[in-house]
């Protein structure tokens, strides 16, 4: 199955905790909030992160403080 993700950027305190969980899929903007990268995503949210990325992904999500990385089966 597979996974979409995204920032909710309005909630992410851009803390640094996704992008050191998982620099393949998160990166920050030219304010410092965090966004999805991988594979030029742009956080839309379209774009299905590789398997080998799950572990990762999962790590980041558990990470963030404020739960603003929302994580779904089908593109947003």
Do not use: H, W
């Amino acid at each position: 199955m597979s996974k979409f993700v995204r920032v909710d950027k309005e909630k992410c305190i851009a803390c640094g905790s996704c992008g050191d969980a998982a620099p393949d899929i998160f990166d920050y903007d030219d304010s410092g909030v965090a966004e999805v990268v991988f594979e030029g995503d742009n956080n839309r949210g379209v774009t299905a992160i590789s398997e080998d990325l799950y572990t990762d992904l999962q790590d980041a999500v558990d990470g963030c403080p404020t739960s603003c990385i929302e994580v779904a089966d089908q593109a947003f």
